[in-house]
């Protein structure tokens, strides 16, 4: 079983990462299939999830982050193009 210390800084760094990708808690869980309550415990370091649960975080945190990343690319290449845009419907 890890440590404190270890199941707290990991709490924290998930609920970082949660916020950051602009997640509620309670629809961070649900997407997750944990309850919020349990999910309020692992980010406070109260709680050591499964190495399945933590995957699921991953997973949703990674796939939000390429999601964010590519949205971000796409703002980027129309900003570059500037007023000059062809569109076809216009």
């Given amino acids: ?32 299939g944990i309850s919020p309550a349990w999910l309020s415990r692992i980010e406070r370091g109260q709680g050591d999830p499964s190495p399945d649960v933590l ?8 796939r939000e982050r390429v999601a964010r990343e590519a949205i971000a690319a796409i703002t980027y290449d129309k900003e570059d193009e500037g007023s000059d845009e062809h569109h076809p419907d216009g």
């Fill in 55 to 62: 995957r699921r975080i991953a997973l949703l945190l990674q």
């Fill in 1 to 32: 079983m890890p440590n404190l210390a270890n199941v707290q800084a990991r709490g924290q760094r998930i609920r970082d990462q949660r916020e950051r990708c602009g997640f509620k808690l309670t629809t961070f869980a649900r997407l997750i």
